[in-house]
């Protein structure tokens, strides 16, 4: 039985380094189909998405969200499963914490030795069950301490990655959005509506699992409906019964804070 040709995303902002290693790929490994490229985390993010590629080769260092970042949010989601490759600027100490977990790396600048050993790996791994790789404590293990690494600080000390973004529904459309651009959420039946400043949208995720996924210092819980991003609130007044209510910057909406989140507000 032959096997669909695998496909890959490649994500790296120096375009001349994204461009050769697509074309050293097309040498070592012609029946790969490379169905993306990414010039920052939110949009190799998007190509993830949009592809749902085999292999991802993803470079640390990038504009809008670290490599890091963008692989511990694919880790997330289930139906994103794919081999990652990381590309990186660090030495090999930095990248040693890689050599037990279920990903790859490729050291800058890239010698075809290497990228033809990544190549093999990656050919036996495609051929094997897929494991869930990135959700290993291995692998999750890993990204902490290189994380730790390029921060310079112990691993002990690597601070936790929020969310930072979701997969919205707006009408029949899916959208890619940033939690920046969240004005609150608000449950709803069994949804959880997204306000935004030019609309809204609908997620499924409850309202007690973004408690525990967003940073507490972004979003506020100011009821037990509503989250309110920080950044959006332009004050608080009462209303003709004496209960407090929030003001939105981008908004008409005013939110109802529940009496045992007043506390919030005592320094507004």
């Known amino acids: 039985m032959n096997l669909p040709a695998p496909r890959a995303v490649v994500a790296e902002d120096e375009a001349t380094l994204r461009g050769e290693l697509i074309e050293r790929l097309g040498e070592l490994w012609p029946e790969l189909a490379v169905v993306g490229e990414a010039a920052d985390g939110l949009q190799a993010l998007r190509q993830v998405q949009e592809q749902r590629p085999d292999v991802l080769f993803l470079d640390i260092q990038m504009p809008g969200a670290t490599g890091l970042e963008v692989a511990q949010q694919v880790a997330r989601q289930a139906d994103q499963r794919c081999r990652v490759v ?100 608000q449950s709803d039946n069994k949804y959880t509506r997204v306000a935004l400043a030019g609309g809204e949208a609908l997620i499924r995720k409850p309202l007690k699992e973004l408690l525990e996924e967003l940073d507490p210092q972004q979003f506020w819980q100011i009821h037990r409906s509503t989250l309110v991003n920080v950044a959006a609130i332009a004050g608080v007044t009462r209303d003709f019964r004496g209960r407090m209510q929030v003001r939105l910057k981008d908004s008409s909406d005013h939110l109802l804070v529940a009496e045992s989140y007043v506390h919030l507000f005592k320094t507004m």
């Open 86 to 185: 990381f590309i990186t600027a660090y030495d090999q100490h930095a990248v040693q914490a890689f050599e037990h977990g279920a990903v790859d790396y490729l050291l800058k600048p890239m010698a075809p030795a290497r990228l033809f050993t990544t190549v093999t790996r990656l050919k036996e791994r495609l051929a094997a069950p897929l494991p869930d790789a990135l959700a290993t404590p291995q692998a999750l293990q890993a990204l902490q301490a290189l994380q730790a690494l390029t921060r310079g600080v112990p691993t002990a000390a690597a601070p936790r990655s929020w969310l930072r973004w979701i997969n919205a529904s707006v009408g029949q459309t899916l959208r890619l959005i940033t939690v920046d651009e969240v004005l609150y959420f």
